[in-house]
Each structure stands twice: as C-alpha cells, then as structure tokens.
T-cell receptor
Framework: QSVLTQPASVSGAPGQRVTISCTGT?????????VHWYQQLPGAAPKLLIF???NRPSGVPDRFSASKSGTSASLAITGLQAEDEAEYYC???????????FGTGTKVTVL | QVQLVQSGAELRKPGASVQVSCKTS????????VHWLRQAPGHRPEWMGW????????KYSQKLQGRLSFSSDTSATTVHMEVKSLRFEDTALYYC???????????????WGPGTLITVSS
C-alpha cells in the first residue's frame, strides 16, 4: 500500500495555478516529520524543490510554495509555465517503517 | 559547486553483486551523510539507506537489509555501495544523494547524483 498518496496527474493552462496534495498518516506527516518536495524532469534525477515544509532552495522561483496540515501536505504552482511539466514527489520520514518515504508522484501537464 | 558524480552503467546476472561509486566534491565531506536511493522505470524513488561518512555509521532499509553494504573513502571523498544477490527486480536507476543522519535525519536530499543504471538480466 502507498504510504504517501498523491493524485496521478494535474494539468493547467499557462499562467494558471495548480495544487498537488500529499496525503499521509499519523506515522509520517501526522507525526510532524518534515515534508520535502522534488521535481523530476524527464530523463533527469529528482531535484529538491521545497524543503522542510515551505522553504525554497536558492534558484527555485517563488511560484512554488507548499504547506502542511495534520496528515497532509500540498504543493502549489502559480503562474504555470511550460518548463514546469514534470513529475513531482513529496517525501517524509515514517516511524513505523523506519524508512524515508516518497509519494506516489504527480505528473503536471501544461495545456 | 556541490557535485556528486557516479560510476557508469552495469549489467549483471541474477545472483551476482554490483558496486556503484559516488564521488563528491564542493562541500565538507564529513559534514553530511550520503544516502542511496533507487528508482525503477515508472516508479517513485525508493530509499535504500545512508552512510554517515564522519563516523562510518550506516543504516539500511528493512527491505534491503542483508544485501546492501556501504563504505566511504574520506581521502577520495567517495562513497561506495554494493548490492549482493541481485534479482531481476533490482533493475533500476541507482542514485546517491546528500542528506542528513543522526540528529539531522530529517534533512532533505538536497543534491543528487545523475544516477547509475543497473540492469539485472540473464
């Protein structure tokens, strides 16, 4: 079973806002472990996009933001651009598995 | 700049072992852990374990415990991973990534290597 669940796909027109949910449990997000988000472009390694709930590494545009509440987290992309087409993963730690866990992944398509 | 460079693709038969290296540069080697993750085609990344290169401590995922071995060479700022008793389902891209351990275990995987394709085929 999936520990962190994300929608398989989301889409939007250029300039629109899209959000990606990440639903966890009381063993991971609900246990107050940090949530991080990664962007994976086709054929590339994952790249850190948001860390520790809502912090952007240097170079990541402020169009990307995230939040966390209870057993869930979400990533928002505002002003959607063609270059944002990628797979997005949330990630946290799970104390029942003693493992770092990733979400199921969400494919973002720019229409 | 911070970089992780990995060794090249490998092809192995079931039951064999494979080693992948991860050469780091651009940061203080002993201040971070190096994690290993893998990603099968069309799947999410899967965490495999970490090595604290400062003290040599390791932690392996429960799923892969017993078949994994990590080591580090501080003088070469390089980390090595060995997977034993390979199975068809071990076919994946294997990544090293910089992260935390111990009291900093929640640190993100902030820098990733490019990945090494390991193919297990008879």
């Amino acid at each position: 079973q999936s520990v962190l669940t994300q929608p398989a796909s989301v889409s939007g027109a250029p300039g629109q806002r899209v959000t990606i949910s990440c639903t966890g449990t009381t063993s991971n997000i609900g246990a107050s472990y940090d949530v991080h988000w990664y962007q994976q472009l086709p054929g590339a390694a994952p790249k850190l996009l948001i860390f520790t709930n809502n912090n952007r590494p240097s170079g990541v545009p402020d169009r990307f933001s995230a939040s966390k509440s209870g057993t869930s987290a979400s990533l928002a992309i505002t002003g959607l651009q063609a270059e944002d087409e990628a797979e997005y993963y949330c990630q946290s730690y799970d104390n029942s598995l003693s493992d770092y866990v990733f979400g199921t992944g969400t494919k973002v398509t720019v229409l | 700049q911070v970089q992780l460079v990995q060794s090249g693709a490998e092809l192995r038969k079931p039951g064999a072992s494979v080693q992948v290296s991860c050469k780091t540069s651009g940061y203080s080697f002993t201040n971070y852990a190096v994690h290993w993750l893998r990603q099968a085609p069309g799947h999410r990344p899967e965490w495999m374990g970490w090595i604290n290169v400062g003290n040599g401590n390791t932690k392996y995922s429960q799923k892969l415990q017993g078949r994994l071995s990590f080591s580090s060479d501080t003088s070469a700022t390089t980390v090595h991973m060995e997977v034993k008793s390979l199975r068809f389902e071990d076919t994946a891209l294997y990544y090293c990534a910089r992260g935390g351990s111990g009291s900093n275990f929640e640190k993100p995987f902030d820098i990733w290597g490019p990945g090494t394709l390991i193919t297990v085929s008879s």
